[in-house]
């Protein structure tokens, strides 16, 4: 369960999206407001499992995550068409007073996907066809789709 934040949003209001340690965001996304040493970082529509109350967050990988230990190589990048919803898992949603801030959340989307790109001044590249919608395990319809 995701630490509260609710001191800050009573002040604050309503977060646009969550980073990837849980916390509030008021300004819009860009993947430079996440870690230093992130390689690739999906920006995302999830779902409270037990309200479907949805959120936007973000979730990161770094060199460090992307190696295996064991093969002592490193693993492919995360893709969202390649690997599916869990390999984008945020674990439990925001807290926001329901029963299901310790359930874990459902992935609905990446809104955005990005990938460090070393060749560029803009740090980051943004790969638009990797941007999708998976269908909702639990069957239901994610907000504004049909």
């Known amino acids: 369960m995701w630490r509260d934040y609710e001191d800050i949003i009573q002040l604050a209001g309503m977060p646009l999206w969550y980073d990837d340690n849980g916390a509030p965001r008021y300004q819009p996304f860009r993947p430079d407001m ?4 992130d390689e690739t970082i999906a920006y995302l529509r999830i779902a409270c499992q037990y309200c479907n109350r949805q959120f936007e967050v973000a979730v ?7 190696f295996d230990r064991e093969k002592k190589e490193m693993r492919d990048e995360p893709r969202p068409k390649q690997h599916g919803p869990w390999m984008f898992h945020y674990g439990d949603p925001p807290r926001h007073g329901c029963v299901g801030d310790t359930m ?7 809104l955005q996907f990005w990938v460090r790109d070393y060749k560029s001044d803009t740090l980051f590249r943004r790969i638009p066809e990797e941007e999708i919608v998976w269908p909702m395990e ?4 994610p907000e504004g789709e049909s």
């Open 34 to 37: 996440l870690g230093v040493y």
């Open 104 to 110: 874990n959340s459902e992935p609905i989307a990446v």
């Open 138 to 141: 639990s069957g239901r319809t």
């Open 60 to 66: 990161s990988w770094t060199k460090l995550d992307l």
